[in-house]
């Protein structure tokens, strides 16, 4: 619905009390401003402004004023209704100065930029996320215990997987919002879930990855659980990632990524996608793996890629490209994960493969062995390099590539290293308890 006089109408119709404008800092973190009936109007004509000098990395106390600019297009009413019956509804906004000038800060807006790249070259690009997240037990004072809703494992069924009634109810939730959910399972690890939603153009798939994490938490919560899209949050398992299947179209609605003539019916300008993917893989992984705790996820042994490379044939590569090819032709970029801003994920990625289409990059052959089980050795030999270990080296690699930093933007970029460079400080101070098991009586 982008009709401002028909959001008028089901404002009125539906008994909409309130309406929350929301938007995302840099970091990802869902924010709203809400505005009672009377200030509709003013609200979708994006005359509300809010403090953003309180918002981490926006702008300096100096110049806090800016204005919320909705995208008529994400108008929903929320499915929970007030005890009155009134409802909240909500619109995505982008972020400008009070001038009416696109604020460069604004994360939403840095994936608009790489949009419109990608429409100057002729493509518009597709991505189909597979979030996955964990759900906790909470006790009788709601707080979060570090105990499962369950002990299931991959597609397991009730009675082993508690969390399947509250898994149903979150599909309800994200179907009344408009989307189109294709699967719902339990995941490989205790208490981990995944639920896929159709692939959709790229601003609109960060838009439902946002919807999502939040109806995720609702829903848990008012189930007495609490759900964490924390990349690693037990020892031991299976972290949870978030796969994010991407192709390209043309303007005339063809997928640019399938030639029935070429080596594996993938075309140039798919091996180039593939190739500036793998090229800039180092160099983005800090802004789509943004946290501490991603590192631990990313390691040998539980399914998460390490190795900078490409298959068809295993999932232990960087990017997978499915069997099934025409118009389902696709990569999956497997290192993800769901704590990252999807605006900025899927920006840099999206400039990432287009500076591999444009310069043609090969990404070489693909890698159809298990690389978890090679040698060093033999993966020196087919050029296969490594991830990055940790935050730090990420956000080392992330100031080299000039690509990532500008599809970031200079603002971005520099508030988010500066966040991320504190997290890493603080997390090398914290004595952790691991080493206080380690080292306290043998010392």
């Known amino acids: 619905m982008s009709n401002r006089a ?24 869902l924010k709203n ?19 953003g000098s309180s918002i981490e990395g926006f702008v300096r106390i100096e110049e806090s004023d800016m204005l919320l ?18 409802r909240v509804a909500r619109l995505i906004c982008d972020v400008h100065r009070p001038d009416g ?39 009788d004072e709601g707080q979060t215990l570090a105990k499962t809703a369950d002990v299931g494992g991959y597609f397991d069924l009730t009675p082993v997987d508690q969390g399947e009634e509250c898994r149903r109810d979150i599909v309800v939730v994200l179907e009344s919002m408009g989307f189109e959910v294709e699967a719902a399972h339990h995941e490989v690890a205790p208490g981990q879930h995944e639920i896929d939603f159709k692939y959709s153009e790229a601003m609109e798939c960060a838009d439902n990855v946002s919807t999502f994490r939040f109806v995720v938490k609702k829903v848990a919560l008012d189930h007495g659980m609490h759900a964490t899209f924390m990349p690693k949050p037990i020892f031991a398992v299976n972290g949870s990632g978030m796969h994010v299947h991407q192709s390209l179209l043309t303007e005339a609605g063809e997928n640019a990524f399938y030639d029935p003539q070429a080596e594996w019916q993938l075309s140039q300008v798919a091996l180039g996608y593939i190739g500036g ?7 983005f992984v800090a802004v789509t793996n943004p946290l501490v705790n991603s590192y631990k996820r990313l390691v040998p042994g539980y399914e998460a890629p390490t190795n900078i490379a490409w298959s068809e044939k295993n999932r232990s590569p960087l990017v997978r490209v499915p069997d099934r090819r ?3 032709t696709r990569c999956e970029l497997r290192v993800p994960d769901p704590s990252c801003n999807p605006y900025l994920a899927l920006a840099v990625m999206l400039a990432s493969g287009l500076d591999g289409v444009e310069r043609q990059l090969d ?29 730090s080296e990420s956000l080392d690699m992330l100031e080299k590539d000039a690509v990532v930093r500008e599809a970031l933007g200079s603002h971005i970029c520099e508030n988010f290293v500066l966040a991320k460079r504190k997290e890493w400080h603080d ?8 080493e206080r098991e380690r080292y306290l009586h043998e010392y």
């Open 33 to 51: 401003v809400e505005v009672p009936r009377s200030q509709f109007e003013k609200a979708l004509d994006g005359q509300i402004m809010f403090d």
């Open 326 to 328: 025409g118009m389902s």
């Open 427 to 434: 997390y090398l101070a914290h004595v952790h308890p691991w």
């Open 69 to 86: 600019v909705p995208d008529l297009d994400t108008f929903r009413v929320n499915p929970w209704p007030s005890p009155d019956g009134s």
């Open 277 to 283: 993917l793998l090229g800039h893989s180092k160099g």
């Open 6 to 29: 028909e959001i008028l109408k089901t404002v009125e119709s539906d008994k909409v009390r309130f309406l929350r404008l929301q938007f995302t800092d840099i970091l990802g973190v």
């Open 363 to 391: 990404p070489g052959p693909p890698v159809n062995k298990n690389i978890f089980a090679m040698s060093q050795r033999e993966k020196r030999r087919l050029k296969i390099d490594a991830l990055p270990a940790d935050l």
């Open 101 to 139: 000038s696109e604020f460069e800060g604004c994360p939403r807006l840095a994936l608009k930029r790489q949009v419109t790249r990608a429409k100057e070259l002729g493509y518009h690009m597709v991505a189909g996320p597979e979030a996955e997240f964990f759900l906790f037990q909470k006790d």
